[in-house]
Nanobody
Framework: QVQLAESGGGLVQPGGSLRLSCAAS????????MNWYRQAPGKERELVAS???????NYEDSVKGRFTISRDYTKKTVYLQMNSLKPEDTAVYFC?????????WGKGTLVTVSS
C-alpha cells in the first residue's frame, strides 16, 4: 500500500551529523505513524523515533537531544536529523510506516560512525 525508500546513510566521524531521508509513495496524511528503527549487528531492532500525522514525536532515551524527526508533506518525506553522533549509533536504519494495523518497511540505510 506504500513504498518507502531510505537514503542519506554513510560514514561519519564521532561528533558529526547526518540526515536520513525516507521518501514515501503516498501522502503522509494517509499514514498514521512514521518511525525510524535501527539494528546493529548482534543486537535487536529498536525504535529510535516516531512521528504521528498530528505532529506528536517520541524518541528513544539514548538519542533525546541529539536526534530530531520531522516531515515534509509536500515532498512526502520524513527526515531523521542526527547530531553528535557516537560509535554506538552505528547501525542499519529503517524507515517504517503504519497504516491502520499494518506496518510497511523500507530496505534500510547503513550509518557507520567511526574515525
Amino acid at each position: 500500500q506504500v513504498q518507502l525508500a531510505e537514503s542519506g546513510g554513510g560514514l561519519v566521524q564521532p561528533g558529526g551529523s547526518l540526515r536520513l531521508s525516507c521518501a514515501a509513495s503516498r501522502n503522509l496524511f494517509m499514514i498514521n505513524v512514521m518511525n525510524w528503527y535501527r539494528q546493529a549487528p548482534g543486537k535487536e531492532r529498536e525504535l529510535v523515533a516516531s512521528i504521528t500525522n498530528g505532529g506528536s514525536t517520541n524518541y528513544e532515551d539514548s538519542v533525546k537531544g541529539r536526534f530530531t524527526i520531522s516531515r515534509d508533506y509536500t515532498k512526502k518525506t520524513v527526515y531523521l536529523q542526527m547530531n553528535s553522533l557516537k560509535p554506538e549509533d552505528t547501525a542499519v536504519y529503517f524507515c517504517s510506516a503504519r497504516i491502520v494495523a499494518t506496518n510497511y518497511w523500507g530496505k534500510g540505510t547503513l550509518v557507520t560512525v567511526s574515525s
